[in-house]
């Protein structure tokens, strides 16, 4: 099991060997420094927590201190203990871990868009421009009535309301480039989240049946 944090950064393109080109993100990765391990012994699961942007310790929430100050702290589960290798406290992970060509699942956090009406959040085409039609392009109408869920607003119904903001994970992404000097790994296609945002970069979990 792999894994690393890392802050978001551009976009940009890489050419492979056959002259095609890739869209790829550029994120600024790791080091992380293990804080806590915890195994199914002693807190009835295996995982790893890990500590990302060391920050001093006045601006460090009292609870946390003694994890050496981290402006982040994220927890990584494992099904088996033994996919957490021999991390220890105070362990470093960075960007050797990884390889070009691994595959990885990326979670981000969505960039918030406010308060949104049904025609950006679900896609609505909203009302007809004509026949009498004046303030009402953009309006979802009818949400209910007597011929429909007995005269109430049927639960999970598509309406205006907070969008964005939401945690998401992009499957099967693959490392694309990795500069260890610079910190900075490559991952193909788009990632969620603004610029400098926190993104978590985690193994693909092997198939089980696989060999490997």
Do not use: C, W
Request: glycine fraction near 16%; aromatic fraction near 4%.
């Amino acid at each position: 099991m792999k894994f690393i944090l890392a802050r978001k950064g551009r976009m940009t393109q890489i050419f492979q060997e056959d002259g095609r080109v890739q869209a790829g993100t550029v994120l600024t990765a790791g080091p992380v420094v293990v804080t806590q391990v915890k195994t199914p012994e002693t807190d009835g699961y295996a995982a790893v927590q890990v500590g990302f942007n060391p920050q001093k310790a006045e601006r460090v929430n009292k609870a946390q201190r003694a994890d050496k100050g981290f402006m982040v702290l994220k927890e990584f589960r494992a099904e088996d203990p033994s996919e957490l290798g021999d991390l220890s406290v105070g362990s470093q992970i960075t960007l050797d871990t990884f390889e070009v060509g691994d595959g990885v699942n990326v979670v981000g956090t969505s960039k918030g868009r406010g308060f949104a009406g049904v025609v950006k959040r679900h896609g609505f085409h909203g009302g007809r421009r004509t026949h009498g039609q004046k303030h009402s392009e953009r309006e979802p109408g009818s949400i209910g009535g007597g011929g429909r869920a007995g005269g109430r607003v049927a639960k999970g119904l598509r309406m205006g309301g907070r969008m964005g903001g939401d945690r998401i994970t992009v499957k099967n992404l693959k490392v694309l480039h990795i500069d260890a000097g610079r910190g900075e790994i490559i991952v193909s296609g788009a990632i969620p989240g603004a610029p400098n945002s926190l993104v978590e970069i985690v193994s693909m979990p092997k198939a089980p049946n696989s060999k490997k």
